[in-house]
């Protein structure tokens, strides 16, 4: 995964601890409910907004990639374990 992708969800994750404690401290009623399905509500709520300017295509190819990559990685780690295990 690239760092970008992931420096991209670790902020998704933080806005969306920063927008449950804001919540919680301005209705404290909430505090006592689940957190989980708070968080999941806050993340439902702000996913529609973000995703809108990310077209199919652009994500097919994002995805594409990805794939690509892992199975690059995956292979290289395969001929690194062979080479070692019959050079050794």
Do not use: C, P
Request: a positive charge; aromatic letters at 4%.
């Amino acid at each position: 995964m690239s760092k970008e992708l992931i420096d991209r969800f670790s902020k998704r994750h933080r806005e969306i601890d920063e927008k449950t404690r804001e919540l919680l401290e301005r209705e404290t009623d909430k505090a006592s409910q689940n957190i989980k399905v708070i968080r999941a509500n806050i993340a439902h709520k702000e996913r529609a907004r973000k995703i809108k300017d990310v077209g199919i295509v652009k994500t097919a190819i994002h995805l594409e990639q990805t794939i690509i990559m892992a199975g690059q990685f995956q292979l290289h780690g395969l001929t690194s374990i062979a080479h070692q295990k019959y050079t050794g």
